[in-house]
């Protein structure tokens, strides 16, 4: 079209060429992270997204994109079968050559950084709606979840000698506790609801011994909410010599949430320590 | 009677046709591996575009040049390497299980990765910088290597490798390999950690012509040098002492496949992880076929090897596309089955 007809039609909308411009060059996008396409979704970029990672499994509608793998180990070529302008992922894709070629065929890449806390969920707002070109809208959002945020903190906050001391559990395959230390998702989610970790000897996910389980003494054990080998019942897990002697045990308290919830830091964490909240402290 | 004094002679001319076939059905693997993939970009269009002096379009380029040529390189290379490599073992070690990972070089490799994965957040800064993304497959060369050498020393006392000590120590060391790369997997993050799986499991997806030039040139001098082992592994089949009552120099063989399998194996793992299987079924299903005249074996594994690799590839890249499998996973659920199924039929016919 020419440009006085361009113009006449971006007048009659009641829009300035830019901003046709720029929503004309609606980019193909593709979300790597379980917590980016949430906060692409929540910025309302839902339909400009492609083909997502297998981490990427809320909300239901991201289900339905092509599903290109685990975020370390993309395949090139299967990224670039969709023609994304755009890549928006969570710390750590690749592998590098991988990235090093999607690169050279000019694909952006723009990196969220990762972080267990109100600020770090505020940054990965930030760093989506600026790779998505809506700042606007990233900066409205970014200002509502830290409100959320700081409400459910606030609600949540309760004084050193009132707090559960809570155990987080990532599987107890063959009855070896591999639970959370420190500066994990979960030690982050745990404090936010004022909790405490009942593990702080270690970092990250380690088995834990049976002994260190029992001294750790749990008032709640916390684990992911799903199927598979890593189900355990609460009577298997209450069935470990380790946790049996825990104060956990004795009032069969276990918690099971959904991972992603859980453990995203995305727009949904304000309700995750809200939830994490009312379930350790029920009354 | 006749049918008997026959049966060599055709079975090694058998042998030597299979060259040509394996060769020509390579080249249609090839081209095959070259056209398939998760984007619609085909080989013959783009070939067309460049006869009829047309450019090709940024993304077939990219594709065809940088992602699929690479990796076609790297899996012919690859699986040629880890075939050859399993059928000198099983020629020196006189038995039909042997696989390169007795040499030491998979435990060696092994660590070396693993100690990079791992290890690679308190490397010096300078080795992080010289090295960059390249630490992984350099660790994993060296460390098959310096398994290998240590290994071959160790067994070898005044100039002459006894094989049966490098079998044994070989396991020792495979044992502290393990030992060691436990403390490092203790110590690491679940991003680490899956990191590591998806090593051993294998993969060309991160092929690019760094790594080819790389790793290409080692391999390829060794797997020629490994080919012409042929009389060698012949004479050794008759036993140690007898191979050199027929004039043959047997450290020198000794050596010689030591050395090659170290290189062209801890090469190819370094470049693509641990990929399984193929080491043990190509020789074998070649010998079932063609019989274990080495000369022609050895060339005949490394065409089916590298066929067989580049096959199983093809499948990784486009079977859940656009994701991929790893591609030990492949080689292990395809060819197990293959590899049963011809034992079972050949079974009471066949004397390993």
């Given at each position: 079209m020419d440009r006085r007809s361009f113009l006449t039609i971006s007048l009659a909308l009641g829009v300035t060429p830019a901003q046709l411009w720029s929503a004309s060059s609606a980019k193909d996008v593709i979300a790597i992270g379980g917590d980016v396409t949430e906060i692409v979704y929540a910025l309302g970029q839902g339909h400009r997204l492609v083909a997502r990672d297998a981490t990427s499994t809320f909300p239901p509608a991201a289900q339905e994109l092509p599903d290109v793998g685990y975020m370390r180990r993309l395949s090139a070529e299967g990224v670039l079968s969709f023609a994304p302008e755009l890549i928006v992922s969570a710390e750590g894709a690749g592998p590098p050559e991988v990235i090093d070629i999607l690169r050279a065929a000019s694909v952006e890449f723009a990196e969220v950084p990762e972080g267990y806390d109100t600020d770090a969920i505020v940054r990965k707002i930030e760093t989506v709606g600026a790779a998505l070109d809506v700042r606007d809208r990233a900066e409205a959002l970014a200002a509502e979840t830290r409100s959320e945020l700081d409400t459910a903190l606030g609600r949540a906050a309760r004084s050193e000698d009132k707090k559960m001391r809570v155990m987080f559990i990532l599987s107890t395959q063959g009855g070896r506790i591999l639970a959370s230390g420190t500066g994990t998702g979960a030690n982050g989610i745990i404090e936010m609801a004022g909790g405490v970790n009942a593990v702080s000897s270690f970092e990250g996910y380690k088995p834990l011994s049976d002994e260190a389980a029992s001294a750790a003494a749990p008032d709640v054990i916390l684990m992911m909410d799903r199927s598979g080998d890593h189900a355990s019942t609460d009577a298997e897990l209450f069935g470990l010599p380790a946790l049996s002697v825990t104060p956990a045990a004795a009032t069969r308290n276990v918690v099971r949430m959904d991972g992603l919830f859980l453990l995203g830091f995305g727009p949904r964490t304000a309700k995750a320590v809200t939830a994490l909240n009312r379930a350790l402290y029920p009354t | 009677m006749a049918l008997a004094d026959h049966m060599p002679t055709s079975r090694v001319a058998r042998a030597r046709q299979m060259h040509v076939g394996l060769?020509?059905?390579?080249?249609?693997v090839g081209m095959f591996s070259l056209t398939v993939g998760a984007t619609d970009v085909a080989l013959g269009p783009a070939l067309l575009k460049l006869v009829q002096g047309e450019a090709l379009t940024r993304i077939e380029a990219i594709v065809l040049w940088d992602i699929r040529a690479p990796r076609l390189v790297l899996g012919l290379l690859v699986g040629a390497a880890l075939a050859v490599g399993?059928?000198?073992?099983?020629?020196?070690?006189?038995?039909?299980?042997?696989?390169?990972?007795?040499?030491?070089?998979?435990?060696g490799a092994g660590l070396g990765a693993i100690t990079a994965i791992v290890l690679a957040g308190f490397a010096p800064l300078w080795l992080a910088t010289t090295m960059g993304d390249q630490l992984v497959p350099v660790a994993a060369f060296l460390g098959g290597w310096t398994s290998t050498m240590v290994l071959y020393q160790v067994s070898t006392r005044r100039g002459r490798t006894s094989v049966a000590t490098m079998l044994l120590a070989g396991i020792a060391l495979g044992a502290l390999a393990g030992a060691l790369s436990g403390i490092l997997v203790y110590i690491s993050d679940d991003r680490q950690l899956r990191d590591l799986t998806f090593w051993g499991l294998g993969s060309l997806g991160g092929a690019s012509w760094t790594k080819t030039?790389?790793?290409?040139?080692?391999?390829?001098?060794?797997v020629i040098a490994a080919c012409a082992l042929g009389r060698g592994l012949n004479g050794l089949a008759l036993g140690e002492a007898t191979a050199a009552h027929i004039g043959l120099n047997v450290q020198r063989v000794k050596n010689v496949a030591i050395l090659t399998v170290a290189a062209a194996t801890g090469a190819a793992v370094a470049v693509s992880g641990g990929i399984g299987f193929i080491g043990i079924v190509v020789p074998h299903l070649l010998r079932l076929g063609t019989g274990p005249d080495h000369r022609p074996l050895l060339i005949n594994a490394a065409l089916l090897g590298a066929l067989l690799l580049v096959l199983a590839d093809v499948i990784a890249r486009v079977i859940i596309a656009p994701a991929e499998l790893p591609i030990g996973i492949v080689t292990a659920v395809l060819g197990a089955p293959v590899f049963l199924w011809i034992l079972l039929r050949q079974r009471g016919m066949v004397d390993l």
């Open positions: - | 060769g020509v059905a390579l080249v249609v399993g059928a000198v073992m099983q020629g020196l070690f006189r038995n039909p299980l042997a696989d390169p990972g007795l040499v030491g070089v998979s435990a030039i790389a790793a290409g040139p080692i391999i390829l001098v060794a």
